[in-house]
């Protein structure tokens, strides 16, 4: 039973524009929602999390867009760079408690 | 100067050894724990130590062993190995319970069962 999504297994993106990473979950009860982002043969980096009580996170290039009623949130990178090209893991949350990942999202940037 | 140490980076090994993976964090942090990536590419908890003591303990065989000396340090060690415990096995760390959402990752260790 996974209880975060993401459906999208790649996504390629020009080098310039937006990328836009996608994720759904099913446990209403999570409070945090968080993007870590791996490249190959390096452990997952912590990038950017936003709580449940606010829509919107901002972090330089780099915002998370939380929307709780469609239990849907979303990564967006722009302008996008090479340095991008990664796998980038949905995860969420409870205060104290165990971080459930997403399966990733492979994202390449085309030069 | 790195963060989260694991040791070894790949292990090959066959069926029905022990083995012992490392893991050491010079973050001073009060939290570690131990995630199991499949071939699947989902990304588990195993355990989680807070000050040395287990907080989490996922369903796990147990044949699998957390042991936390200090709290700079969460070693893994896994009896009588399976082919399915093959997996890239990784140690985390977080500041504390409360911010247990921002977790430091090692590099990971590939274990091969054969």
């Known amino acids: 039973d996974q209880q975060v999504k993401q459906n999208s297994p790649s996504l390629s993106v020009q080098e310039g524009r937006i990328s836009i990473l996608n994720c759904d979950y099913t446990?209403?009860?999570?409070?945090?929602f968080l993007w870590y982002k791996k490249y190959p043969a390096e452990g997952p980096t912590f990038l950017i999390s936003?709580?449940?009580?606010?829509d919107k996170n901002e972090d330089g290039r780099f915002t998370v867009f939380l929307n709780k009623s469609a239990k849907h949130l979303s990564l967006h990178i722009v302008p996008s760079q090479p340095g991008d090209s990664a796998v980038y893991f949905c995860?969420?949350?409870?205060?104290?408690?165990?971080?459930?990942f997403g399966k990733g999202t492979r994202l390449h940037i085309l030069p | 100067d790195t963060a989260v140490s694991q040791t070894p980076k790949y292990l090959v090994t066959q069926m029905g050894n022990d083995k012992s993976i490392k893991c050491e964090q010079n973050?001073?942090?009060?939290?570690m724990y131990w995630y199991k990536q499949d071939s699947k590419k989902f990304l588990k908890i195993m355990f989680s130590?807070?000050?040395?003591?287990?907080?989490i303990n996922e369903t796990v065989p147990n044949r699998f062993s957390p042991k936390s000396p200090d709290k700079a340090h969460l070693n893994l060690h896994i009896n009588s190995l399976e082919l399915g415990d093959s997996a890239v096995y990784f140690c985390?760390?977080?500041?504390?319970?409360?911010?247990?959402?921002?977790?430091?990752f090692g590099p990971g260790t590939r274990l091969t069962v054969t």
């Open positions: 130590y807070n000050n040395k003591e287990l907080i």
């Open positions: 995860a969420a949350t409870t205060q104290y408690d165990k971080i459930i």
């Open positions: 985390a760390s977080s500041q504390d319970r409360g911010r247990g959402y921002e977790q430091y």
């Open positions: 973050l001073g942090h009060d939290t």
């Open positions: 936003i709580s449940s009580i606010k």
């Open positions: 446990n209403s009860m999570f409070d945090y």
